[in-house]
């Protein structure tokens, strides 16, 4: 029974240490084989690999994919004409020789993030300086970025290699600083208030223009037709009165009568007017008398 366990012991141990032994590389990663704290070997090709066991050898994967740093720095760059500007960039970068980078970088894709975006920083420091906003944005953008690669590429290939590759470099955003941006913000508010106030001065001048030139044409209108009204009042006056001679010329006695009537119904204009009348005095009381026994 001892001499089963044992057996069954050892074959577990054996089992441990060769799965200690073995390793597979993905295709997406370098392997990097580590004896006693230095590099011995770097696996390239996916697959099965065989190393010592640990302690005499370990093994570090890195990823060889097309990595990605985008910027992080909202720290303002000055321009040519000095200018305070914050610009967003990206890079594609990728690991080509594990051995440099981990000497000269460090053991995972992190270290070289973080060095390589300290070097672009600088890159683009230095060429924006160089050139005016508006380059900036639109006439010298693509060579701005050429030349920061290219920058780029002389520090991590010059001296001691970092084992990486720079593939492109790109700028994702231009923009004024934050202080820069509120200033800028303020002066078009201010310059749209004024064209609005000068609109609505311009529209209030043509406003009181327009009613002007409104209440003169009614002045003239009432006018005209106030005269108009006033002749033709007149011609139907005359035509009145001419009818009103004609027809009193043909009975003096009726057209006597009838102005008496027109008197009277003129002095009795309201319902509250009395007048005492002396009948044996007064024309119209005479008129009717002598009507009346006239008619008897």
Known sequence: MNRVG??????????????????????????????LG?????????????????????????????????????EPMLTAEKQRVVIDWYVRWRITNPSEYIRNV?????????????VVRNAFQEEVNKRTVRE???????????????????????????????????ITRVDYAETITESVYRRMEAERKRVANELRSTGAAEGEKIRAEADRQREITIANAYRDAQIIKGEGDAQAARIYAESFGQDAQFAKFYRSLEAYKASFASKNDVMLVDPASSDFFKTYRSSGSGSN
């Open 38 to 74: 230095q590099i011995k070997s770097v696996i390239t090709e996916p697959g099965l690999n065989f190393k010592l066991p640990p302690p005499f050898q370990n093994v570090r994967y890195i990823d060889k994919r097309l990595l990605t740093l985008d910027s992080t720095d909202t």
């Open 136 to 170: 900036l944005l639109s006439t010298k953008r693509e060579t701005l970025m050429a030349d920061v690669k290219e920058e780029v590429l002389k520090a991590v290939s010059g001296g001691k290699a970092w084992g990486m590759d720079v593939v492109d470099v790109r």
């Open 6 to 35: 044992f057996i069954a012991s050892s074959l577990l141990v054996v089992l441990a240490l060769l799965s200690s032994m073995l390793f597979v590389v993905d295709q997406r990663q370098f392997g990097v084989v580590y004896a």
């Open 106 to 118: 460090g053991l995972d894709e992190n270290a070289g993030a973080m060095q390589l975006n300290r």
